[in-house]
């Protein structure tokens, strides 16, 4: 077997698992998870109509190129949602593609070249897990950059030196972010733009969380708007992934997209047609659907700044709390260990919290995800109202 497979951590998940294993939670309480970051309001019935209604596509085989109404219905979508001053190709610059996920993870395999000493990509640290794995089995080696209070819960690029970048072929970078839900301003991405020009790498952007953010007025910029802004207009080096997973809460439609350099998407195309992973019909069609429509992302919105009010009023003065400027997540600092507070939420209240420490690596002896937890406010609202309360109930015990 590929030896490689030895370096694959253990899933956050599994280590949850077997944290939690032996403890006997409270039977007399629901269990409440906000462990899971799956969407769980309603899909919107437009995207399962449309599903249903092309059942028959069923009999066909889907192209991995996908169709080209979805195509011209994401390159409508990221022209209107970004002010790009430019507009994308749909037969060259989009590519349908099974959930973020699994494009995240070709990605790498498409984009990096095996050399000698390894190439870097380089992550944000905590980060989402599949940019790492992607990195290990591309045969490269990752490289964390540690995302803390200090720096604003991104990266300081600025921190990282020529001969890493000089490394880099590849960049994950995920804005608006999970767990942190922190946003890379403009000034940010041009930055980085610039950087993979002169060091010859690839900016993966990771933008699936981009439109749940809590300021209607303020929706987070995005890497091709930027690179169209600042004289890139062909998106070179650039390219975007999104999602319907967490915007339409269909995930299990398992539907997203990859856009922007025509060269990079026409390469990882020749990749994905061997790899077979096409968009089934249906779930195509569905797609247009949820991509065409934004009512339901508003009310989506609308439903996440209501859960994020009512919880921080509940744990105001418990848990030191700033609110993420998007996403779904909470991303305390806690008072003792990640992990023994997730220990006693779960025995003690019937309560699953993501450890931080798990989603991050110890690099130089720090571990940024150390003394925080992740909060998905995904449950109803009553739900996560119920399960901040018991934090706040658990907290007082310590
Ligand atoms: C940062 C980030 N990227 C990508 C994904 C993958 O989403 P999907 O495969 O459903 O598009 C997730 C899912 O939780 C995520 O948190």
């Known amino acids: 077997m590929n030896p490689d497979l030895d370096r694959l951590q253990s899933y956050p998940f599994q280590r949850l698992a077997a944290l939690k294993q032996g403890l006997e939670p409270p039977v007399d309480r629901d269990h409440i998870a906000l462990s899971i970051g799956e969407p769980k309001h309603p899909t919107p019935s437009l995207v399962s109509e449309a599903l249903i209604a092309h059942l028959h596509r069923l009999s066909g085989y889907p192209t991995t190129r996908g169709l080209p109404t979805l195509r011209e219905a994401i390159a409508d979508w990221l022209g209107q949602r970004f002010a790009l001053g430019a507009t994308v190709d749909p037969e060259h610059q989009v590519l349908p593609v099974n959930g973020t996920r699994e494009a995240l993870f070709a990605f790498a395999q498409a984009c990096v070249k095996r050399t000698t000493p390894a190439p870097l ?229 019937h309560v699953t919290v993501l450890p931080g420490s798990f989603l991050s690596r110890t690099v130089d002896g720090h571990n940024p995800g150390e003394r925080r937890i992740r909060l998905a406010l995904v449950a109803p609202l009553n739900e996560c109202v119920d399960a901040a309360r018991r934090i706040r109930r658990c907290l007082a015990r310590l």
């Not at 990509?121 to 045969?139: D, H, K, R, S, T």
């Not at 767990?179 to 301003?185: K, L, N, Q, S, Y």
């Not at 009512?295 to 609110?323: C, I, M, Q």
Request: contains cysteine; proline residues 7%; negative net charge.
């Open 121 to 349: 990509v380089l992550m944000p640290n905590p980060f989402y897990q599949i940019y790492e794995g992607a990195a290990l089995l591309a045969g490269a080696e990752p490289c964390y950059l540690p995302c803390t209070a200090e720096t604003g819960f991104l990266p300081d690029f600025s921190a990282v030196d020529a001969a890493t970048w000089e490394r880099c072929q590849l960049l994950y970078l995920c804005s608006p972010g999970n767990p942190t839900g922190a946003v890379a301003d403009r000034e940010t991405l041009a930055e980085l733009i610039a950087l993979a020009h002169r060091h010859d790498f690839v900016i993966a952007s990771d933008e699936c969380y981009s439109e749940l953010y809590l300021d209607e007025q303020a929706p987070p910029p995005g890497l091709l708007e930027v690179s169209a802004a600042i004289g890139n207009p062909d998106f070179s080096r650039c390219v975007v992934f999104h999602s319907l997973s967490k915007r339409s809460n269909a995930p299990g439609l398992r539907s997203g997209f990859v856009a922007g350099d025509a060269e990079v998407i026409e390469r990882f195309f020749l990749y994905r047609t061997y790899h077979g992973c096409a968009m089934p019909l249906h779930h195509q069609h569905a797609s247009i659907a949820a991509w065409r429509d934004e009512t339901h992302v508003r009310e989506n919105r609308a439903r996440y700044r209501e859960k994020f009010a009512a919880v921080a009023e509940v744990l105001d003065g418990a848990l030191p709390l700033s609110l993420p400027e998007a996403g779904f997540y909470l991303w305390p600092e806690t008072p003792i260990s990640d992990t023994e507070l997730a220990r006693r939420l779960y025995a003690e209240e």
